[in-house]
């Protein structure tokens, strides 16, 4: 028989699937995967069941309903300043991970080169390639995630046609500052390129830190495709709400993309999501504080149970250097081993590389769980690296 596609079959089984699985196997507590462990707001879910019922269950319009494209547009003006025209710069997608796709569908051609910042999400890569372009990888240094802008600068060419951007950054919890940003910004303007903005994790920053959308530099605004999502803002990953806020000339491409890919996205979520999103300003501002006081205390356990502790400015996420603990093994083997003989698992930080010289010694842990289950994590580590 004729061979399949080349590129898929290339893709390893994801790496959450991977350590999901053996958490399962080994009744571990999963630090791995980066999903809450409780639900969002009680009135956005009673939302959602509300609107299951009023008999509006058919095809939604492609683009996404007019009540969840009016609160994107209002809540971009709203923490941002953004000007938007939510008919024809909001594109609603069946989660961010589809956004992230029908944005680079949009700008990319065959041969085209992207910039992709490691580590980086373990998708970026492999839609780069099946859409024929090609990924020009550009590394962030570890244990503060600097970023290089010699490297930086050097990534970018004649052939550039993008940057894909992820602020406040997954697995690293890097939030990149103003003056990164203008860097970036400077760079795109030189070579004449788009940036595709994957802002999940937009309102979980801590320390002060805060998140500043690519799109709101001077000249970005026309070349600028900004990711939001549901499933991080309202703890609800399973919805898969994502939306596209993009210059019209843009969100066209970007909505031929999504129609050639799920077409529309379940309309009672939609809806309330447009909820969720005219929430007040207290409800913003305690994500942030309620990740942080989870980060801090994930962070001291860790931290005392011998693990170096890197910094994490936002995202679910903290990264830890497991050498002071004297494990004899890369990455892989200490989430296996930690997953199968303390029954706790985390992500071997390796998988957000697309390289095999990647760093081998770091291991990601996810706090977006309840206080009573980090505890119990961190105890179980410690009767079993202390006894």
Request: glycine share 6%; net charge negative; hydrophobic share 45%.
């Amino acid at each position: 028989m004729k061979t399949v596609s080349n590129v898929l079959s290339s893709i390893p089984r994801t790496v959450f699937t991977v350590m999901s699985a053996l958490a399962v196997e080994h009744n571990s507590i999963n630090l791995g995967q980066g999903f809450p462990d409780t639900d969002g707001p009680a009135d956005v879910v009673q939302a959602a069941a509300d609107a299951l019922m009023d008999g509006r269950n058919q095809y939604p319009p492609m683009p996404g309903m007019p009540e969840l494209r009016q609160a994107v547009a209002a809540a971009n003006r709203r923490f941002y300043g953004l000007d938007v025209d939510w008919q024809s710069e909001v594109v609603v997608t069946s989660g961010a991970t589809e956004a992230i796709t029908a944005c680079l569908m949009a700008v990319l051609n065959p041969g085209d080169e992207v910039v992709l910042i490691e580590p980086l999400y373990d998708t970026y890569a492999p839609v780069v390639r099946l859409l024929g372009a090609v990924p020009r990888f550009v590394r962030l240094e570890p244990p503060d995630w600097t970023l290089s802008r010699v490297a930086l600068a050097d990534a970018f060419g004649p052939a550039t046609k993008a940057i894909l951007l992820n602020s406040p950054m997954n697995p690293c919890g890097k939030v990149f500052t103003a003056e990164e940003l203008a860097f970036i910004a400077d760079l795109m303007l030189h070579h004449d390129t788009y940036a595709v903005c994957d802002e999940v994790y937009e309102h979980l920053t801590f320390d002060g830190a805060r998140h500043i959308p690519l799109m709101t530099l001077p000249g970005m605004r026309e070349r600028t495709m900004r990711i939001g999502s549901a499933g991080k803002t309202f703890s609800l990953t399973g919805w898969k709400v994502g939306y596209v806020t993009a210059p019209a000339a843009l969100a066209t491409n970007v909505a031929k993309a999504h129609q050639n890919l799920t077409f529309t996205t379940p309309p009672n979520l939609q809806r309330a999501v447009a909820v969720g999103l005219a929430k007040d300003d207290a409800y913003f501002a305690s994500l942030s504080s309620a990740l942080q006081a989870k980060r801090d205390r994930l962070a001291s356990g860790l931290a005392s149970l011998g693990l170096a502790v890197l910094p994490s400015k936002g995202s679910y996420f903290i990264s830890t250097d497991f050498r002071p603990l004297g494990f004899n093994g890369d990455d892989v083997a200490f989430c296996r081993h930690i997953t199968e003989h303390a029954k706790v698992t985390a992500i071997p930080v390796s998988a957000f590389y697309d390289a095999p010289d990647a760093p081998s010694h770091y291991a990601r842990f996810a706090f977006c769980k309840r206080d009573e289950v980090l505890d119990e994590a961190m105890a179980r580590l410690r009767v079993h690296f202390h006894g």
